[in-house]
């Protein structure tokens, strides 16, 4: 096999790697999302950090620790900052969970759940 044809392969096997997300940040994504029962405050969360209320924090399924993800409420456009310190939502067709300080400021209200827009920043 000569040099340009190895080339070639090597650049269509990093098209379809990077294409698949692999090494890549999330785009953005909307969905429902929801927020932790008051009564969790306290509680270890998969980081090892505690779960602060009233902090701005979230759980997510994949992104890693640490992780800033920008959330906007699709009903009344508000948004707000959050770090990802925890795994889940584990309840079907949600895609995260928010800090009840992050519900708060999104005016999530006492429904819980709302449509809204998640991006990596």
């Not at 932790?36 to 992104?63: I, Q, V």
């Amino acid at each position: 096999m000569n040099n340009t044809v190895a080339k070639c392969i090597c650049a269509v096997g990093l098209m379809v790697f990077t294409s698949a997300g692999v090494g890549s940040e999330m785009g953005p994504a909307e969905g429902v999302i929801s927020y932790y029962a008051d009564a969790l405050h306290g509680n270890a969360t998969a980081s090892g950090e505690k779960y602060d209320k009233n902090k701005m924090t979230a759980a997510h399924k994949t992104l890693a620790f640490g992780t800033r993800v920008r959330v906007t409420n699709l009903d009344n456009g508000k948004s707000v900052l959050v770090v990802v310190n925890d795994r889940g939502p584990f309840v079907e067709g949600r895609i995260l969970d928010v800090s009840r300080s992050a519900a708060d400021q999104l005016d999530m209200g006492d429904v819980g759940l709302v449509k809204a827009r998640i991006a990596v920043q």
